[in-house]
T-cell receptor, first 112, second 115 residues
């Protein structure tokens, strides 16, 4: 079974709709992250959380919000989706001395 | 700010041959970590190899090895005996050990393996 899971894997929504992407990890990591990937831009950090009570903005947090419901769960919300939020979204978790990040399978989001 | 540069958007290699993917980074820190991730068409991000900056010895994982040149801020990935399954997008990433956990990713190199 995958250590980091994301739901849904694919999502199509309309402009103005609120959507939530969910992430769970079974690695026992304290730290979790949300990234978006756009062609030619690599991965960019949206939000990260060091523990349940510690949430921080990343490079591109505008238009997004997050919730850390438990150590193992970290969800990303788009309050009012817009077309330029069409992208591939990755959740990751990290732990250990090196804090290597382990990624979920990604959610492909299309905003019409 | 830290930046990671992958100057080769696309590379190709013949099956069984060796290929080297380039990565440079910019930092004023002395303690950090470097990573290579592979993203095959399945889009899963898979850790290939990592290097701690304080270690002089280059990391190796089976057919994958790195050439870490700290003074030059260079971190290249060498894939030996390339296989069809190595075809993927490869991302170089940097993490500073002192200022939080943010990873900085390069823009990726798309590797094609020619049979």
């Amino acid at each position: 079974d995958a250590d980091v899971t994301q739901t849904p894997r694919n999502r199509i929504t309309k402009t103005g709709k609120r959507i939530m992407l969910e992430c769970s990890q079974t690695k026992g990591h304290d730290r979790m992250y949300w990234y978006r990937q756009d062609p030619g831009l690599g991965l960019r950090l949206i939000y990260y959380s060091f523990d349940v009570k510690d949430i921080n903005k990343g490079e591109i947090s505008d238009g997004y919000s997050v919730s850390r419901q438990a150590q193992a769960k970290f969800s990303l919300s788009l309050e009012s989706a817009i077309p330029n939020q069409t992208a591939l979204y990755f959740c990751a978790s990290s732990g250990g001395a090196v804090q290597t990040q382990y990624f979920g399978p990604g959610t492909r989001l299309l905003v019409l | 700010a830290q930046t990671v540069t992958q100057s080769q958007p696309e590379m190709s290699v013949q099956e069984a041959e060796t290929v080297t993917l380039s990565c440079t980074y910019d930092t004023s820190e002395s303690d950090y970590y470097l990573f290579w991730y592979k993203q095959p068409p399945s889009r899963q991000m898979i850790l290939v190899i990592r290097q701690e900056a304080y270690k002089q010895q280059n990391a190796t994982e089976n057919r994958f090895s790195v050439n870490f040149q700290k003074a030059a801020k260079s971190f290249s990935l060498k894939i030996s005996d390339s296989q069809l399954g190595d075809a993927a997008m490869y991302f170089c990433a940097y993490r500073n050990s002192n200022t939080g956990n943010q990873f900085y990713f390069g823009t990726g190199t798309s590797l094609t393996v020619i049979p």
